[in-house]
T-cell receptor, first 109, second 116 residues
Framework: ELKVEQNPLFLSMQEGKNYTIYCNYS?????LYWYRQDPGKSLESLFV???NGAVKQEGRLMASLDTKARLSTLHITAAVHDLSATYFC?????????WGAGTKLIIKP | EAGVVQSPRYKIIEKKQPVAFWCNPI?????LYWYLQNLGQGPELLIR????????DSQLPKDRFSAERLKGVDSTLKIQPAELGDSAVYLC??????????????FGEGSRLTVL
């Protein structure tokens, strides 16, 4: 069975701190996506990772993909309140998009 | 460029009533998806279209749900009759054809259904 596991599922942190969200998956794939969802809103594409070793950065967020370890990370640097949201990873494999359960991130001022 | 457009944004109905949701994808995106999202969970695929053909409807509860994409552009998702458990957000998304890959999805704002 194809599985995508995110951890932690819930994260509360202080502004200015660094943290990492992990996305492990059980199938072979070299494509992975990260999405952001604000409360009551739809999903917004953050990063598209297309190959092993891919690294993408946007502001205080950086995503990476290690296809051999079947692991992607979303690193938050010097968190700010505006980054509070739920973050989903999704693995693209064999005509399917398999979603993680999401990580709800709360950043306190 | 316009994004994925969905309507209505909100719908409240009584159980056993019918309901329909409409989606207009991004121009040029031939692949269209309907997802269901319950509170606090990730999206769950209901159906995927490539042009007007439903290529994956294995998760669509066909006894009460139906969908169509007649001209390979707009799509409609219908529930008849609605049940209490159908209360959720129904998301439409579109993407460019990427062969064996799903590709990056672009989501609409969603249609929030409440069944009383």
């Amino acid at each position: 069975e194809l599985k995508v596991e995110q951890n932690p599922l819930f994260l509360s942190m202080q502004e200015g701190k660094n943290y990492t969200i992990y996305c492990n998956y059980s199938t072979t794939s070299d494509r992975l996506y990260w999405y952001r969802q604000d409360p009551g809103k739809s999903l917004e594409s953050l990063f598209v990772l297309l190959s092993n070793g891919a690294v993408k950065q946007e502001g205080r967020l950086m995503a990476s993909l290690d296809t051999k370890a079947r692991l992607s990370t979303l690193h938050i640097t010097a968190a700010v309140h505006d980054l509070s949201a739920t973050y989903f990873c999704a693995v693209d494999s064999n005509y399917q998009l398999i979603w993680g359960a999401g990580t709800k991130l709360i950043i306190k001022p | 460029e316009a994004g994925v457009v969905q309507s209505p944004r909100y719908k409240i109905i009584e159980k056993k009533q019918p309901v329909a949701f409409w989606c207009n994808p991004i121009s040029g995106h031939n692949t269209l998806y309907w997802y269901l999202q319950n509170l606090g969970q990730g999206p769950e695929l209901l159906i995927r279209y490539e042009n007007e053909e439903a290529v994956d409807d294995s998760q669509l509860p066909k006894d009460r749900f139906s969908a169509e994409r007649l001209k390979g552009v707009d799509s409609t998702l219908k529930i008849q009759p609605a049940e209490l458990g159908d209360s959720a957000v129904y998301l439409c998304a579109s993407s460019l054809d990427s062969g064996q890959y799903t590709g990056e999805l672009f989501f609409g704002e969603g249609s929030r259904l409440t069944v009383l």
